[in-house]
């Protein structure tokens, strides 16, 4: 069965740089999560988006934006860059927004900010 | 406020032991989904198991089982005859209908099985 797919799956970056992480949802899943995972955390939710639009904010950086495109696939854009950013980022997605929906899980991508 | 304990930090066990995994959740919603994820070392959340709020019915699935009670608020899960491959950390995770669309995670299990 096809999974959340993400790329690229490491990366690393200098202080004060940019990165774009991308996410490729399951097939007919209209709902994507982001969330970020520090070293030995538990995942912390970052931001959702239904139908191309944001459907829940958390705990996301100003520095941080996100959006979903026509064809479900979203990006996590993060700019000035930090060393506490290095983490694992994951993108989830679900068939549905409601409560219901589970939120099926990608690889990650890790970055480290050096 | 909603929150997730899973009060073991790491467990060791032998080949085909018995292993009980513990996560107590709080929430004043009455609607609400629990959910088990399993993280191996090679990173990835691999989704296991969901339950909603109305539905106590306890699973069995293979050599995994679950638990939940609304009456201690527990949601445990359980690996009979483990397996190297089971080594990983697992997570507890929680849902509530006025929370809403994130999963708030407990700490995480690092379960570890040994020959």
Not at chain 1, 11 to 16: H, S, T
Not at chain 1, 55 to 80: V, W
Not at chain 2, 35 to 47: A, D, H, M, R
């Amino acid at each position: 069965a096809a999974g959340v797919i993400q790329s690229p799956r490491h990366l690393i970056k200098e202080k004060r740089e940019t990165a774009t992480l991308k996410c490729y949802p399951i097939p007919r899943h209209d709902t994507v999560y982001w969330y970020q995972q520090g070293p030995g955390q538990d995942p912390q939710f970052l931001i959702s988006f239904y139908e191309k639009m944001q459907s829940d904010k958390g705990s996301i950086p100003d520095r941080f934006s996100a959006q979903q495109f026509s064809d479900y696939h979203s990006e996590l854009n993060m700019s000035s860059l930090e060393l506490g950013d290095s983490a694992l980022y994951f993108c989830a997605s679900s068939p549905r927004q409601g409560l219901e929906g589970t939120q099926y899980f990608g690889p990650g991508t890790r970055l480290t900010v050096l | 406020a909603q929150k997730v304990t899973q009060a073991q930090t790491e467990i060791s066990v032998v080949e085909k032991e018995d292993v009980t995994l513990d996560c107590v959740y709080e929430t004043r919603d009455t609607t609400y989904y629990l959910f088990w994820y399993k993280q191996p070392p090679s990173g990835e959340l691999v989704f296991l198991i969901r339950r909603n709020s109305f539905d106590e019915q306890n699973e069995i699935s293979g050599r995994y089982s679950w638990n939940f009670q609304k009456s201690t608020s527990s949601f445990n899960f359980t690996i009979t005859a483990s397996q190297v491959v089971d080594s990983a950390v697992y997570f507890c995770a929680l849902r509530w209908a006025g929370g809403g669309n994130k999963l708030t995670f407990g700490t995480g299990t690092q379960l570890k099985v040994e020959l």
